[in-house]
């Protein structure tokens, strides 16, 4: 990914959508509802983060490489 990243979900409720460097240091905390979101990462700095989403009734957690 570079300047954005859309995330899709089965759910429509409330979320949180985190987004956390490897070091564990959280760069991003959001709400999020419905089932896509636009993500605007261009102020990140290049490497790998993870993604967590966060819902009512389960955790996700993806890697995500920005260039």
């Known amino acids: 990914a570079r300047d954005i990243v859309v995330i899709n979900r089965v759910g429509r409720g409330k979320a949180t959508l985190i987004i956390s460097d490897f070091q564990g ?16 990462i261009s102020h990140l700095i290049a490497g790998l983060y993870i993604v967590t989403l966060i819902e009512e009734r389960s955790t996700v957690n993806i890697k995500l490489v920005i260039e």
């Open 25 to 40: 240091r959280n760069v991003m905390n959001e709400a999020f509802e419905g089932e896509i979101k636009e993500q605007n």
